[in-house]
């Protein structure tokens, strides 16, 4: 269903989602440039939500933000910088 | 008034063209995967959009649904991306891994370090 | 400097090709002509209310097939490169009380409701890729508490080959008893809504549930048990 208050609260997560993006590619931490990409993943999760595709919300929610995150933070955990 | 898809288009291209400058211009191998996660929910985003239909519903029959072929949304584009999604964190872990056992080699993570194959 | 404005060039080159390609576009009034045949006569040829999941397990089953396959062949080709290097031992540190308490309480709760999602994918929003990340996630929560418990791998390797096995097997007994390969009317579809129908598609997403949680999870052993490096 197609409200504006949809409209808006598409418009909010877009820009997030790209303001995100951003600091995932711009951010010199790389923990922190992980954490945003993971939270990139979580805000289309909520456009998928009002895209009406809750089995695609469902399946970025759990594996894009959550299990890719954590196989990110392992991978760094093996290649961890001295001045990181 | 803007459409929900069309915001949501202008959304996942964003996102493929800035995660395309990011695999090009960051020299830091994880921020080149991170990169192709970023490409990847924008081309998710994409296709879905691309599936909405205006003023429908989920592709869930249930007790409200009486006419399902007018009142739900396409369902063959959700089920590709369902399938998409579950092969990128396939394809973001072996990357992953790559990047692990290249840094065990030259010490580095820096692809400018990488010029094996560079004549 | 010169090499960032050809990079900026070459993509605003292909934000225009997106932009030709998209500015013009309206969505579709009307599905078209696979997606109506799947609306309208999906629910009594596959009988699940969900027909993303009737798409997934049913119309597209070998799309399905062949998910499940490169996510194994990732998870070999993961195991083949991290675990067989030499390295320096990491050494573990033990996680904090209230990680360890959180997780007994939580871990249980975790593990029953990814049951719940894949065994009611064809009902409601969910099915057995979301549920086996939903498994996989409880049982790294459990590796995070406990990193020093030693992990018996087998049984994810002896799960993930069963669970193959009996979805193939599955796919060939359709051949058999109903109309093609991954048919799931092997046993009958029963009435919309029920817990019990749908014909074979509860059964293959419990184990296809089970091989992407067992799948998922040894991925992310495989990348913790790898040597440590440090890098400059």
Redesign the interface.
């Known amino acids: 269903m197609e409200t504006n208050l949809n409209i808006i609260l598409a418009i909010v997560i877009g820009v997030l989602a790209l303001v995100f993006a951003i600091i995932a590619i711009y951010h010199k931490k790389l923990s922190v440039a992980i954490i945003a990409s993971g939270a990139v993943s979580l805000m289309a999760s909520i456009l998928f939500l009002l895209l009406s595709a809750p089995d695609v919300a469902m399946t970025e929610a759990a594996i894009g933000s959550g299990l890719s995150v954590i196989i990110f933070f392992y991978a760094l955990s093996k290649i961890r910088k001295q001045h990181d | 008034m803007m459409a929900l898809e069309h915001i949501t288009l202008i959304i996942g291209s964003s996102l493929i063209l800035l995660g395309l400058w990011g695999l090009i211009t960051q020299k830091n191998l994880i921020k080149i995967v991170i990169s192709f996660t970023l490409v990847d929910a924008g081309i998710h985003i994409l296709m879905i959009s691309l599936g909405y239909l205006k003023n429908r519903t989920a592709p869930i029959v249930d007790g409200t649904i009486d006419n399902a072929v007018e009142q739900i949304v396409d369902p063959i584009p959700q089920a590709m991306v369902l399938t998409a999604i579950v092969i990128g964190l396939g394809i973001t872990a072996l990357m992953l891994s790559f990047v692990i056992r290249l840094a065990k080699d030259k010490n580095s993570l820096n692809v400018s370090n990488f010029k094996d194959l560079k004549w | 400097m010169i090499k960032?404005l050809t990079?900026?060039a070459?993509?605003a080159g292909?934000?225009y090709m997106?932009?030709t390609g998209?500015a013009k576009?309206n969505?579709?009034?009307?599905?078209?002509r696979?997606?109506?045949y799947?609306?309208?006569d999906g629910?009594e040829e596959v009988g699940a209310?969900?027909?993303?999941?009737?798409?997934?397990v049913t119309y597209?089953g070998l799309?399905?097939l062949g998910?499940v396959s490169?996510?194994f062949?990732?998870a070999s080709?993961?195991g083949f490169?991290?675990v067989s290097?030499k390295?320096p031992k990491i050494p573990l540190q033990d996680s904090s009380e209230i990680l360890k308490t959180a997780s007994k309480l939580l871990e249980p709760i975790i593990l029953l409701f990814g049951i719940y999602?894949f065994i009611n994918g064809h009902l409601?929003?969910?099915?057995g890729?979301?549920g086996g990340?939903?498994l996989?996630?409880a049982l790294?929560l459990a590796y995070l508490a406990n990193p020093k418990e030693g992990i018996n791998k087998s049984i994810f390797r002896i799960t993930e080959s069963i669970s193959g096995v009996v979805f193939i097997l599955i796919g060939i007994l359709g051949i058999v008893l109903a109309g093609g390969f991954l048919d799931n009317r092997i046993i009958p579809v029963g009435s919309?809504?029920d817990l019990i129908s749908a014909g074979i598609i509860p059964i293959i997403y419990i184990f296809v549930g089970m091989k992407?949680g067992a799948e998922?999870t040894s991925?992310?052993t495989?990348?913790?048990h790898?040597?440590?490096?440090?890098?400059?």
């Open positions: 960032k990079f900026l070459l993509i292909f934000g997106l932009w998209l576009y969505a579709a009034e009307s599905l078209n696979i997606s109506s799947y609306a309208q629910l209310a969900n027909l993303v999941t009737a798409v997934v597209r799309d399905t998910e490169i996510l062949l990732t080709i993961l490169f991290l290097g390295g999602v409601t929003p969910g099915g890729f979301q990340a939903i996989a996630s790294i919309i809504g992407v998922l991925i992310v495989n990348l913790k790898s040597p440590k490096n440090n890098v400059e």
